[in-house]
């Protein structure tokens, strides 16, 4: 008689006479006689057939199973099937990228935390290094020079022997793309009739829990972990999972109450998850849990669409009477001229629809207008009509001017992902925040001279920016209010002075962070921006190097601008212009000359009217240029 191998086995088999069968998969199921037993020993990731071993291949079992499965593994022989390398987020808000180059070619050996590719995000161009273990690269399925590819599509094959590489490749088939066609082209039949026969099991009550808006700019997020556990308890305020957002990971707390986890509908490590998207069920009672193990969202969705077909009638008036009703009551709440609250994602989404903001009713705080209440708005036909009107005029106005310039040639540049970002929060920036300019001009002639002092007897070679940086970091010390940003609840103030620096790249505008300046020397300084402005020419910024800080330098004095207006890098509250210096002729003060030659420097600082009022960001620059013209100020 056999005596089970593990003691924490979860699933009996039948028996069956005479034979051991491995499951490489998941389990390890041995039995034999009228006798079995299980373990869950994980053997291999890969998913092979079952394979059947008579009971000649069974020397001794007994509860100390180290022995037998070293003999089990030694014996067995199987073709494995590969892996599937996928595309990777290597930034929070990263939902697409593209394969710039290959480190790696077909049949070469692959070892955790090898360089296999590079990956274009929208942030940076990055190393993509695979960390699931040794093996070699069988197949490459998405060639270099792609762009728009999903995360965790299936780019390459791995395969743990060489000699596996060409049952690997020729016994290949798509998993994802497998499983994901058949539920688009063949199961429309199949989901029609599943709600029928779902449609009899009511579930208890429950709430579907969306994605939840962690930040203004945020559309889309990612689960990084659940804290929770199906069938745990949940309070108010409880951090149930957390969130990638566009900006940071942050802690999702559930406010509606208490109640127990009973399904997780997304699990932990996806990206892409839309806003309002289900991602879990809580019910009031525990033992409610178990009824949801079978929901599903998609057998939820189609049932609902399946009812309304039955009933057409019922369901086609009621829209059209409570869009009536609901734009009526749109126009009537607003006034002619009022202001209307909207957020960035919602203004863009209503502009590219052709949509009157006015006509949308706001579900957000202040009945501020929200992404998802422009896709869920629907058009009276009037207003569809006159967005048909507008659009064939507009077009056919358009067309005119733009024929003659067809005749030339031209070259169109595709939009890289750092572009598209770059171009977003710009225009956002530009849209939403109230913009003004103060500009201020400093004398610079003790700053050049201590600056050529301490270069004469230090190894780092300080720069002019680097002094700018700590002063900045000074005056925001003594301004705190400048170290601001603007929500809709309040205004935040920050206690750390983390200050970007605005970097040119042959990618696009990056502005690496530089944290806790205001604690740092100017060595410390001169050595952080010098690395972080080579990282980000070379594409090599890490996402957290590029996050956004309190205060934004921007400095083209270098290539001998005299004076610019920078636009404020969102959510920030100011940013800092700087131009080049220019020697004058100025008053002196020596009783011997009445004129000397003078060094100056020009900057303008942009400023958030909503957070900064005007007098406030004179006070700041006057702190500032303080600091430029007594320069020894900083190193006390």
Known sequence: MLRAINQNSTKVVKSLKQQLVVLEATNVVAYTGTKSFTTTKTFNNTQTKPKIFTSSNVLSF??????????????????SKGKEITMPALSPSMTEGNIVQWKKKEGDQIKAGD??????????????????????????????????????????????KKEDI???????????????????EEAPKPKQEAPKKSSTKTYPAHKVVGMPALSPSMETGGIASWTKKEGDQIKAGDAIAEVETDKATMDFQYEDGNGYLAKILVPGGTSGIQINQPVCIIVKNKEDCDKFADYSVEE?????????????????STPSQSSSSSSSQQTTTRK????????????????????????????????????????????QKQEVAQQQTTTTTTTTTTKKPTAPTSSGEFTDIPHSNIRKVTAARLTESKQTIPHYYLTMECRVDKLLK????????????????????????????????????????????????????????PQGLFTPIVRGVDMKGLNSISTSVKQLAEKAQNGKLHPSEFESGTFTISNLGMLGIKQFAAVINPPQAAILAVGTTETRVVLSNKPDSPYETATILSVTLSCDHRVIDGAVGAEWLKSFKDYVENPIKLIL
């Open 62 to 79: 007994s509860s100390s199973s180290s022995n037998v499965f070293s003999e089990i593994l030694n014996k067995r022989s199987y073709s």
């Open 336 to 379: 002619s001229g009022e202001r209307i609250f909207a957020t960035p994602a919602a203004r863009f989404e209503a502009s590219a629809k052709g949509y009157d903001l006015s006509a949308i009713n706001g579900t957000g705080p202040n009945n501020r207008i929200l992404k998802a209440d422009v896709l869920e708005f629907v058009p």
């Open 166 to 184: 060409e049952s690997a490749v020729k016994n290949y088939k798509p998993s994802s793309q497998a499983s994901s066609t058949p539920v688009q």
């Open 300 to 316: 939820q969705s189609s049932s609902q669409e399946s009812t309304p077909s039955s009933s057409p009638s019922p369901q086609e």
């Open 450 to 505: 201590l600056r050529s002092e301490l270069n004469a007897m230090n190894t780092v070679k300080i720069s002019v920016n680097d002094f700018i940086v700590k002063a900045s970091a000074a005056a925001l010390r003594d301004n705190p209010v400048v170290n601001s940003t603007w929500t809709d609840q309040f205004i935040r103030r920050y206690h750390n002075i983390d200050i970007n620096v605005a970097v040119n790249t």
């Open 115 to 160: 360089v296999i590719a590079e990956v274009e995000t929208d942030k940076a161009t990055m190393d993509f290094q695979y960390e699931d273990g040794n093996g070699y690269l069988a197949k490459i399925l998405i060639p270099e020079g792609t762009k728009g590819i999903e995360i965790n599509k299936p780019i390459a094959i791995i395969v743990s």
